[in-house]
């Protein structure tokens, strides 16, 4: 028998599940007071939802690192500016159609192009590579996610034939903001850049490490209010790691439960939004894509970065690439996922608009 405080939580899950909106107290409770057999209930609730909305098949999107470059100075970040002990490489055009190529004969119907802001790789070079991409694949999905650009550049990745566009808002609180990245860097500029991807019609993206130094939970509701008012169609979630020679490595990880627990509060709050297993998740936890998936998460990303590379994209220590975050192993991701009753759906995945 549950107490009668116990029904209070999986009636504030049932009617966040049935489209009410929250309080802040009620967010509040749902972000740290549950109980592990809540909390089972809220990730099974979530697991429903995704399930009415999309079905059991996990959508694939092939995942190109295109630079480990950066011109910014994340705090949290391996790939930061200034370290000095990062490794770097870049992508040329032509290794990127290749990837693009190698993930195509996979059976991938979406190419992600991920990267630091790396001044080489401009706004010309990358709406080329874009023009490039859609000429060779006119029905797959183009997805970049390359930093804050002007507000020209996205509409000329757009008119080249881009379709989506993932940029983490990272955290809405402007001071945690500033605490987790240079001066020059300013939360108000990366929430413009979201409004104004939304408004070039990009399938946009968003989302905010779990666990970041200094994250409180109060963060995490003002990420949630944040996401109301953005309404992405992607929201990416995963436990912050530290990554070696950056401020922050020292500090300790996100956890999973954490993680998770956002995955479904953000699925039953955007039951239509497009939520991935992130890599750092499954990085943090042997089973961390399973876990995500069984809270309501069905995207994966597989790796398809040339293998000599993909080592150097080190944004945290020990970056898995290998298994089923490998495009190379599909075999190994799809008897994983029918192990818990699902499958890989080689679909484009747009989001569902009804
Ligand atoms: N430069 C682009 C951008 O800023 O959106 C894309 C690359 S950036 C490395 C992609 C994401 O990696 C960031 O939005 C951040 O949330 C995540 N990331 C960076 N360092 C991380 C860390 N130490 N732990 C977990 N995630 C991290």
Same mark, same amino acid.
């Given at each position: 028998m549950y107490e009668k405080e116990n029904y209070h939580h999986r009636e504030i899950i049932d009617r966040l599940a049935s489209g009410d909106k929250l309080n802040r107290e009620e967010w509040m409770i749902l972000l740290d007071s549950l109980d592990d057999n809540e909390r089972e209930y809220l990730h099974s609730k979530a697991a429903q939802t995704t399930i009415q909305n999309y079905g059991k098949g996990i959508f694939v999107r092939a995942l %190109?690192? %295109? /630079? /480990?470059?950066? &011109? +910014? +100075?994340?705090?949290?970040?391996? %790939?930061?500016?200034? +370290? &000095?002990n990062a490794q770097r490489y870049r992508l040329s055009k032509e290794e990127i159609l290749e990837c693009c190529k190698d993930g195509a004969e996979l059976g991938f119907n979406t190419f992600v192009m991920q990267g630091g802001e $790396?001044? #080489?790789?401009n706004d010309e070079w990358i709406t080329d590579v874009v023009k490039t991409i859609r000429a060779t694949y006119p029905d797959k999905a183009i997805t970049l996610s390359v930093g804050e650009r002007s507000q020209e550049a996205y509409k000329a990745f757009k008119d080249a034939g881009a379709d989506r566009f993932l940029l983490r808002? @990272? =955290?809405?609180n402007d001071e945690h903001y500033a605490y987790l990245h240079p /001066?020059?860097?300013s939360s108000e500029n990366r929430r413009d850049c979201l409004f104004t991807l939304k408004k070039l019609g990009f399938q946009t993206g968003s989302g905010m490490m779990i666990g970041?130094?200094? *994250? =409180?939970v109060e963060h995490l509701y003002e990420d949630i209010r944040f996401l109301e008012e953005l309404e992405p169609q992607m929201i990416g979630v995963g436990p912050f790691l530290p990554a070696t020679n =950056?401020?922050? @490595?020292n500090c300790s990880p996100g956890t999973v439960e954490q993680t998770i627990l956002m995955v479904s509060l953000l699925r039953l709050r955007f039951p239509k939004a497009l939520l991935p297993a992130t890599t750092a998740l499954a990085t943090l936890c042997p089973n961390g894509m399973e876990r995500a998936i069984l809270a309501g998460a069905n995207v994966v990303m597989p790796n398809v970065s040339p293998i000599e590379q993909r &080592? #150097?994209?080190? %944004?945290? $220590? +020990? #970056?898995k690439s290998t298994g089923? @975050? /490998?495009? *190379?192993?599909m075999e190994q991701l799809e008897q994983r996922l029918n192990a818990i009753g699902y499958h890989i759906n080689y679909g484009r995945g747009d989001y569902k608009i009804n």
């Open positions: %190109i690192e %295109i /630079s /480990s470059y950066c &011109k +910014n +100075n994340c705090k949290y970040c391996g %790939i930061r500016c200034g +370290n &000095k $790396d001044p #080489k790789q808002h @990272e =955290t809405r /001066s020059n860097m970041s130094p200094g *994250q =409180t =950056t401020p922050f @490595e &080592k #150097k994209y080190s %944004i945290y $220590d +020990n #970056k089923a @975050e /490998s495009a *190379q192993q």
